[in-house]
Nanobody, 117 residues
Framework: QVQLVESGGGLVQAGGSLSLSCSASGTIARINSMGWFRQAPGKQRELVARVTSGGTTVYADSVKGRFTISRDNAKNTVYLQMNSLKPEDTAVYYC???????????WGQGTQVTVSS
């Protein structure tokens, strides 16, 4: 079992920056990759970025060069630094962890990111 608690998010003007963090607790040794997804109103939840336990990262094309995901295994925390934000980045951002041999997904409660034009 894994619990994920997110922090960060908020309201920012276009071109600004925000940082999200997600702390994991529970049976963290069995966490494989961690990442961030987002869901805008009326749209499906989509992958933003992911980082494996070994440090390999994957980004959605829409955020490459603007967002950076990082993971501190000692603190069981994953971060998402978001720069050059655009109005289309507005969404609820969810932390995700893939757990165990079945890669069962766990989710945080979500945090709102709003980018004004």
């Amino acid at each position: 079992q894994v619990q994920l608690v997110e922090s960060g998010g908020g309201l920012v003007q276009a071109g600004g920056s925000l940082s999200l963090s997600c702390s994991a607790s529970g049976t963290i040794a069995r966490i494989n990759s961690m990442g961030w997804f987002r869901q805008a109103p009326g749209k499906q939840r989509e992958l933003v970025a992911r980082v494996t336990s070994g440090g390999t990262t994957v980004y959605a094309d829409s955020v490459k060069g603007r967002f950076t995901i990082s993971r501190d295994n000692a603190k069981n925390t994953v971060y998402l630094q978001m720069n050059s934000l655009k109005p289309e980045d507005t969404a609820v951002y969810y932390c995700n962890a893939e757990y165990g041999s079945s890669y069962r997904p766990y989710w945080g409660q979500g945090t709102q990111v709003t980018v004004s034009s």
